[in-house]
Structure formats: C-alpha cells, structure tokens
C-alpha cells in the first residue's frame, strides 16, 4: 500500500525561527512530490518535485527531493505568524493520476 | 492562473435531502478532476477521479449511489451527495489538473462545508 509519512506532526515555533518539515514515502512508482499549504480552507500548491537534489525556492521557503532515500524536506526560514498553517505533502504514483497524502504537519509560528 | 472554484462555499440541509456541489476550473481545462472529503484535524481522503466525459473512479468504500459524480464539461464537475445523513457531514474540496500540461499538480477549490442536520 503507498504511504507518506510527515514529520512531525505539529511544531510550534517563535516567529524569526527556521523550521525544516520532512515529508517519507514508500510507493510503487513514484512520479512526483508535492507540497501544499493549508490554513483555514483548502490546499494551495507550494512546490513540485521529480529530480532529486534539485532545490526548489520560493522567498523564504525552499524543498528538495531525495529519491534515494524516498524522502523530501520542506525548509522555511525567518518565519513569520502569515506561515501558521498545516503543510501537506503529496505523492504522485505511476499508474492512476492521484495523489497521495500524507497526514500534515501543523506549523504555529508564536509572535 | 490555475483557478478553481466550487459553490456552494456552505450548505446545510436537512436529513434525507440530497445536495449539489459544483466545481469548476475557471482559466484552464480540467480534463481530471478530483473530490476529497477532508474530517476535522485529518488530511484529505480521496473519494473519486472524475474525467470528462466518462464515468468517475471510486476509492475502495466510497459508495457510488450516494456520491454521484457527474464532469459533463472540460470546466465542471458536479459531486451530488444523495438522501444526506448527519454523518455525511464534512468539509469536501475538489481540485483539477490542468489537461494541457504533463503534470500531477493539482489545484484546489476553496471547499464546500456541508453540514447534515
């Protein structure tokens, strides 16, 4: 059965602070990883990643891929209390067009 | 770019009632679109793919004849939640994959709370 797995599960943070999310999967044919932001309504697409070791960057946030060891992280840094929110990864597997979740980290980041 | 909307944003209804939720890709073609049921504090469950012109996919113990899901158009999708019970109730979202692009993103709609008195 294809899992992902987030760590951790929820992390509460002073605003300032860098946090690294970390995001394993197991699958049968990984296409692609995903990550997403959720705060009070639905999932809006942060990064995608296929190639390993190839860092994706947005302002202060960045996501890298290591298919080698079937895992990414997600780092933010200088946090700020607008990154409060849960942050979901996805998996993308050959065969079906879905994704799979994993279950979210919920990040709090304190004033 | 990557828009997608959905209607109603909420809706409560009465036991027994069946309600339409709408999804639609606004500036993009939607070949594949998606529904989830999301619980409180839970991450997203996939109920079903939905392709455009065809019949949806169901996950293992989504009941087909209480969620029909009907994707008439490139742009629409439509998830009927049929004879609505209480615990029926949840936060449903549907996304869209953009047919003209070779990619798993899929783009969210903003959720449709339904509450089932």
């Known amino acids: 059965e294809d899992k992902v797995v987030q760590s951790p599960l929820s992390l509460v943070v002073h605003e300032g602070d860098t946090v690294t999310l970390n995001c394993s999967y197991e699958?049968?044919?990984?296409?692609?990883l995903l990550w997403y932001k959720q705060e009070k309504k639905a999932p809006t697409f942060l990064f995608m990643l296929t190639s390993s070791g190839i860092e994706k960057k947005s302002g202060r946030l960045s996501s890298i891929l290591d298919k080698k060891e079937l895992f990414s992280i997600l780092n933010i840094t200088a946090t700020q209390t607008g990154d409060s929110a849960v942050y979901l990864c996805a998996v993308g597997v050959g065969g079906s067009e879905k994704l799979v979740f994993g279950k979210g980290t919920k990040l709090t980041v304190n004033p | 770019g990557a828009v997608v909307s959905q209607h109603p944003s909420w809706v409560i209804c009465k036991s027994g009632t069946s309600v339409k939720i709408e999804c639609r890709s606004l500036d993009f073609q939607a070949t594949t679109m998606f529904w989830y049921r999301q619980f409180p504090k839970q991450s997203l469950m996939l109920m079903a793919t939905?392709?455009?012109?065809?019949?949806?996919?169901?996950e293992q113990g989504v009941e087909k004849d209480k969620f029909l899901i009907n994707h008439a158009s490139l742009t629409l999708s439509t998830l009927t939640v049929t004879s609505a019970h209480p615990e029926d109730s949840s936060f449903y979202i549907c996304?869209?994959?953009?047919?003209?692009?070779?990619?798993?993103?899929?783009?969210f709609g903003p959720g449709t709370r339904l509450t089932v008195l």
């Open positions: 699958v049968t044919n990984f296409r692609s």
């Open positions: 996304s869209a994959r953009d047919g003209g692009l070779p990619t798993d993103t899929q783009y």
């Open positions: 939905s392709n455009e012109g065809s019949k949806a996919t169901y």
